[in-house]
């Protein structure tokens, strides 16, 4: 497949690594040193966006993508308020296809069906308080991560006590506590935590490297070429989220 990338960080820079090893070619790469070079043969010749960028830069380049019949593939994080719903609207109205994960590890995909379930049971067992843990490396720029933002959402969709979340300790019961995390290299590790007096429920996902969102940017690029719509990686794995 004929990939352009929108962002050349350390996960732009690796997925391009990935996918000339698997026989795709990168056609162009989109950074802020380049931005203003992006020509119209970009948007012929390309058969998939994948964005790792910021939302600025999404916010720029993915609508024409978008307008231009490319499908998008974005792992974007730290969206300002209604940024990502208007990306989605313009998908809709543009016929093209949008596929958004705040994660696109493979591993932490099973962890958010794990987490919706789990929140589910909690909601009619008495006793417990829950808790969510990110770790990031120290280049991480957003906090929360947006994967512990979307954990916390599911959370509060079961939850009849967590009204909201705060990226802080509290002592308010209707808060659900994010704590994050910044040491070293750590690729991401996410903990769930119900307690009560007596025990301790643990949902734990850890990510020994990159390799692993970067090769499930790629899975989901390649399916969504050909498509028309808004997507998840729960398409991708057809995993049924729960009603």
Avoid at 42 to 66: G, K, N, Q, T
Avoid at 200 to 227: Q, V, Y
Wanted: no cysteine; proline share 3%; aromatic share 8%.
């Amino acid at each position: 497949m004929k990939i352009v990338l929108l962002g050349y960080g350390r996960m732009g820079r690796l997925i391009e690594k990935m996918a000339v090893d698997a026989g795709d070619e990168v056609i162009a790469t989109i950074h802020s040193i380049n931005a203003e070079k992006t020509g119209t043969r970009v948007y012929e010749e390309a058969e998939v966006l994948i964005d790792f960028s910021l939302p600025d830069a999404a916010m720029r380049f993915i609508p024409r993508f978008l307008k231009a019949g490319v499908p998008v593939v974005s792992g974007t994080t730290g969206w300002k308020e209604g940024q990502l719903e208007y990306l989605r609207k313009v998908a809709s109205e543009e016929k093209s296809a949008l596929l958004y994960a705040p994660n696109f590890s493979v591993g932490v995909n099973v962890f958010f069906a794990l987490n919706e379930y789990l929140a589910q049971i909690m909601r009619k067992v008495a006793g417990y308080d829950v808790q969510i843990e990110e770790i990031h490396h120290i280049h991480k720029k957003d906090a929360p991560s947006g994967t512990a933002r979307a954990l916390a959402e599911d959370i509060l969709a079961y939850s009849e006590k967590k009204m909201r979340w705060v990226n802080s300790e509290s002592q308010r019961p209707e808060e659900l506590e994010i704590i994050s995390k910044r040491e070293d290299e750590v690729p991401g590790t996410h903990v769930i935590r119900y307690q009560s007096d007596s025990d301790r429920i643990t949902l734990r996902h850890e990510a020994f490297s990159r390799e692993g969102f970067a090769r499930g940017a790629l899975l989901a690029a390649r399916w969504i070429i050909g498509k028309e719509g808004i997507f998840t990686m729960n398409d991708v794995l057809g995993i049924k989220k729960k009603q």
